[in-house]
């Protein structure tokens, strides 16, 4: 079985691979025009994916020789669920095992806003160390504040314990469904959507992205948020409008922001938020750890040796492809 990887992946996904006996073409070109990603698809049978390629009914109509899709993430909202699932092409993802890393970030963010930490490494940098000011650019604590988490999953469960262990923070919720793990082990309580937004002092995106949830917090929202909120997106760019997460900022509808996506990705270098003192953004490198790394490259190497000898992939997007 021909297998195409659009980037280098650590080793130890590709050895596995090829230790199964699979045909492997890894791309030396981490910068693949779309013409030179789309000439790669026409010669394999199954794809590990690294980054956003889009499969829809186009592409999968265009390639019908490819069989099966290892996606390099946990994400999987540039891939039609729907019209894969027509053809019987499984997607394998990989959850889990950036969890942690993922979480970490979060967390990282949230102490960096509430510190203002990239507003003073700058000025450090810029050696302007400045005279003490009793006043100027004041953060604040995040002890006992109330934590609400949009999508109480595996990640958000890990930010979520990492806040109650740190800072003994309150923790509410907003879910499809009631996380009784969570409810049990970290006193959460599921509330509405309206009451998350309301009672919120940190508010931190965990769930995965959909149509659905384009842009749903945006100027409304904000405005409905605590003065002193922080705003914490390590999910997908898509869930905040930023024009007006800027506009909530300067006009201090709410308090700070912590961005390891942006809305568009890659942020503009001239996008006004990142001169914000109030704010911290990230290149979107919530699982950029060796060991979060590593792991994602064994799962997506299981899921393609697993198709390659007919058995179901161990971390399916779409389950249903085997029903």
Partial sequence: MKVFINK?????????LEEAGLDVTVSENPDLTQEEWLEHCKNTDAILNVGQNKYDK?????????????????????????EANERNIPVGNTPEVLSKATSDVAFLLMQ???????????????????????????????????????GLGRIGYEMAEK????????????????????????????VSFEELVSQSDVLSIHANFTEEHSELFNKSVFEKMKSNAIFINTARGGFHNQKDLYNA??????WGAGLDVTNPEPIKDNDPILKL???????????????????????????????????????????????
Avoid at 8 to 16: F, K, V
Avoid at 249 to 254: N, R, T
Avoid at 286 to 300: D, F, P, Y
Wanted: proline fraction near 4%; glycine fraction near 8%; include cysteine.
């Fill in 277 to 323: 003192s109030n704010v911290c953004v990230l290149p979107h490198i919530g699982s950029a750890t060796i060991e979060a790394r590593n792991g994602m490259a064994k799962l997506a190497a299981e899921n393609l040796i697993a198709f390659s000898k007919g058995e179901k992939m161990p971390h399916c997007a779409n389950p249903e492809v085997y029903q």
């Fill in 58 to 82: 186009d592409f999968f109509e265009k390639f019908p020789n490819v069989k099966a899709i290892a996606l390099y993430s946990v994400g999987f909202d540039h891939v039609d669920i729907n």
């Fill in 8 to 16: 280098r992946i650590p080793e130890i996904g590709i050895t596995m």
């Fill in 112 to 150: 960096s806003v509430a510190r203002r930490a990239s507003y003073y490494f700058q000025k450090v940098k810029d050696g302007d160390w400045g005279e003490f000011d009793p006043l100027h650019e004041l953060g604040q604590e995040l002890y006992g504040k109330t934590l609400g988490v949009f």
């Fill in 163 to 190: 806040c109650k262990k740190a800072f003994d923070m309150n923790i509410i919720y907003h879910n499809r469904s009631h996380n009784e793990e969570a409810e049990k082990e970290l006193g959460a309580k599921y």
């Fill in 249 to 254: 900022l300067v006009s201090e509808k709410i």
